[in-house]
């Protein structure tokens, strides 16, 4: 078995520690359910997760996912873009979000030109910071290597450089470097 892990991997290897059962989670890019499922498995019974995805496609395959793992009754999938995440998430836990999950580019297997768009990523992830609970974390998996995403890549580093100085940044490169290779920004509220 190969000993690196992938970027997605590195995400949940790196949350896992910090969020447990009854934590009100986001998946801000529910794609194909899988960083949904996790943070399911995370935070249930007690928890909650909210879950974006502008693709009815992509917020049904999660649907799926999570109602086969048993975990419906944790999760509310919102098909909607993620930079609208403050209109949905309750009052009561605002402020109180334990972790905020971002997985850009497109969805695998379906039209590689829908895709995340700087401009709303970055309206976004400053609602992100917004809502985070005391020691929250924020992971942002980037692909610079398909169209646009280089730009929104290196959009998100500008603004992890002038992000609140509330909250540590770091910057995971992938197992295999290459200019095109993805990148994982983590923002932890200190
Ligand atoms: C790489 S996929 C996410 C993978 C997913 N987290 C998983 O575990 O399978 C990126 C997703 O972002 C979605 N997306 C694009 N723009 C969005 C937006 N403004 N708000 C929410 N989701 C968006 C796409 O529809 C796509 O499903």
């Not at 009100?24 to 499922?37: E, H, K, Q, R």
């Not at 999760?75 to 009052?91: C, E, K, P, V, Y």
């Not at 730009?151 to 470097?177: F, G």
Request: hydrophobic share 40%.
């Amino acid at each position: 078995m190969s000993d690196f892990l992938s970027l997605p991997q590195q995400a949940h290897k790196l949350l896992s520690p910090l969020i447990y059962n009854g934590d009100c989670v986001i998946d801000a890019t529910c794609g194909n359910g899988y960083d949904c499922l996790f943070l399911a498995r995370q935070v249930a019974p007690l928890g909650w997760v909210y879950g974006f995805d502008i693709q009815e496609s992509a917020i049904i395959a999660t649907q799926q996912r999570i109602e086969q793992a048993g975990l419906g009754a944790n999760t509310q999938l919102i098909h909607a873009g993620h930079q609208f995440m403050r209109d949905h998430i309750a009052t009561k836990n605002k402020g109180h979000i334990k972790a905020i999950m971002f997985n850009l580019g497109y969805l695998p297997g379906s039209d590689k030109k829908i895709i995340t768009r700087s401009d709303t990523t970055l309206v976004a992830l400053n609602s992100a910071v917004s809502l985070l609970a005391p020691s929250g974390i924020i992971t942002i998996l980037a692909y610079p290597g398909h169209e646009g995403g280089e730009q929104e890549t290196i959009r998100i580093k500008n603004w992890c450089q002038q992000v609140d100085s509330t909250l540590d940044v770091k910057i995971i490169d992938s197992p295999q470097p290459k200019s095109t290779a993805p990148l994982l920004f983590v923002l932890q509220k200190n």
